[in-house]
Nanobody, 116 residues
Framework: QVQLVESGGGSVQVGGSLRLSCAASGNIFSINDMGWYRQAPGKERELVAAIWRGRGGTTQYADSVKGRFTISRDDAKTTLYLQMTSLKPEDTGVYYC????????WGQGTQVTVSS
């Protein structure tokens, strides 16, 4: 069984920064593809960023966050990160990390609120 626990969310003002962490338990983290998703109130969950270990660490970003967010991983710490800068109100939502499967695993989410 894999457990994913997100942390690092909070309330920031426009233009601020946050770093989210996703701590993974289990010994398969280092061979998994991982991603960050977010869900704003009344909207569907959407992909924010992903990192594909099978593709040499290739990263993928939603157009709305390119140049502002950076996804990274530390396999020794079995932790996935999302560095978020130049935050905007539309970045507000619950952020989830996902281990791509099968089977897929999701964390419980961490709230990010960006206010002007």
């Amino acid at each position: 069984q894999v457990q994913l626990v997100e942390s690092g969310g909070g309330s920031v003002q426009v233009g601020g920064s946050l770093r989210l962490s996703c701590a993974a338990s289990g010994n398969i983290f280092s061979i998994n593809d991982m991603g960050w998703y977010r869900q704003a109130p009344g909207k569907e969950r959407e992909l924010v960023a992903a990192i594909w270990r099978g593709r040499g660490g290739t990263t993928q970003y939603a157009d709305s966050v390119k140049g502002r967010f950076t996804i990274s991983r530390d396999d020794a710490k079995t932790t996935l990160y999302l560095q978020m800068t130049s935050l905007k109100p539309e970045d507000t939502g619950v952020y989830y990390c996902r281990k791509y499967g099968p089977p897929d695993y999701w964390g419980q989410g961490t709230q990010v609120t960006v206010s002007s």
